[in-house]
Nanobody
């Protein structure tokens, strides 16, 4: 599956961004789709995920601020990020689970990432 992220940018504290992850070569309902982020000097971490049946899950720092969703017709997954903070600054990636799985112990495919920078 090829994944292409977009929507990153430079925003101020408290502002919002919506990231998109367009998939080709596979459908977003076949896999669990995850949004991950990696800040400089830190490990990549899971931000939010949506399973093949549409169930969503969030890391603690994303709950109440971020929303993951998908548009099956567009084969695209989104991450709406509200009330952004400087600590949200990172490269954001989307990734797939392995087919038929709902966890990310192994990631099948990665996008190239999109930079999100939040100024204080």
């Amino acid at each position: 599956v090829e994944l292409v992220e977009s929507g990153g940018g430079l925003v101020e504290t408290g502002e919002s961004l919506r990231l998109s992850c367009a998939a080709s070569g596979g459908t977003v309902t076949t896999y669990a789709m995850g949004w991950f982020r990696q800040a400089p000097g830190k490990q990549r971490e899971l931000v939010a995920a949506i399973t093949s049946d549409g169930t969503t899950a969030y890391n603690h720092f994303a709950k109440g601020r971020f929303t993951v969703s998908r548009d099956v017709a567009k084969n695209t997954v989104y991450l709406q990020m509200n009330n952004l903070k400087p600590e949200d600054t990172a490269v954001y990636y989307c990734g797939t689970s392995l087919p038929g799985r709902s966890t990310f112990d192994r990631v099948g495919d990665w996008g190239q990432g999109t930079q999100v920078t939040v100024s204080s």
